[in-house]
Nanobody, 124 residues
Framework: QLQASGGGLVHTGGSPRLSCAAS????????MGWFRQAPGKEREIVGA????????YYADSVKGRFTISRDNAKNTVYLQMNSLKPEDTAAYYC???????????????????WGQGTQVTVSS
């Protein structure tokens, strides 16, 4: 089970941190991804991190502004969001995958478990 938190109303340029806490499984063996979905748009990958933190991936739209990290001892993955823009407004979801990271990190169909989502609204 994945539980995302940390969303809310943020001003442009803000820096919230999202958290995703895992329970009931072997968290440290899963690659983790953050996805987002804005109203009227398809879900898109934001970024992902391999199970051992050795590899990360970021969508071009957030590269240089967002950072993914994980603490396997706490069964938690984080998404540090900096320099937020109104176009970052979306529901953010964390997800877990056991598929090969280098091949499937951006494929939402390869993620087995999903959190409930946390809304981030960026005001201009």
């Amino acid at each position: 089970q994945l539980q995302a938190s940390g969303g809310g109303l943020v001003h442009t340029g803000g820096s919230p941190r999202l958290s995703c806490a895992a329970s009931g499984g072997n968290f440290r063996s899963y690659n983790m991804g953050w996805f987002r979905q804005a109203p009227g748009k398809e879900r898109e990958i934001v970024g992902a991190i391999a199970w051992n933190s050795f590899s990360t991936y970021y969508a071009d739209s957030v590269k240089g502004r967002f950072t993914i990290s994980r603490d396997n001892a706490k069964n938690t993955v984080y998404l540090q969001m900096n320099s937020l823009k109104p176009e970052d407004t979306a529901a953010y979801y964390c997800a877990a995958s056991s598929y090969t990271f280098s091949v499937y990190y951006s494929d939402s169909n390869r993620y087995h478990y999903w959190g409930q989502g946390t809304q981030v609204t960026v005001s201009s």
